[in-house]
């Protein structure tokens, strides 16, 4: 599927940030200066990544008692 940016934005929007950064990288490799930037301006996965990680600890931990 042929990405654009303004796709990119509606999954940015939908908080889809990996099919965003995909689109967006797609462009960028294309040549796309804008699509470059805005990359570096998408809010990075590895905060959500470790408050999910501490949530499941914490689940882990309930159902062992």
């Known amino acids: 599927?042929?990405?654009t940016a303004t796709l990119a934005e509606l999954y940015v929007k939908?908080?889809?940030?990996?099919r965003a950064r995909e689109i967006y990288r797609r462009l960028a490799e294309?040549?796309?200066p804008a699509a470059?930037?805005?990359l570096t301006e998408?809010?990075?996965?590895?905060?959500?990544?470790e408050f999910l990680?501490?949530?499941l600890e914490r689940v882990?931990?309930?159902r062992r008692g």
Do not use: F, V, Y
Not at 14 to 18: H, K, N
Not at 42 to 49: C, K, N, Y
């Open 36 to 38: 470059k930037q805005r």
């Open 42 to 49: 998408l809010p990075s996965s590895g905060a959500e990544i």
């Open 1 to 3: 599927m042929e990405g």
């Open 30 to 32: 294309q040549g796309d």
């Open 60 to 62: 882990q931990a309930r």
């Open 14 to 18: 939908q908080g889809l940030m990996g």
């Open 53 to 55: 990680r501490r949530l």
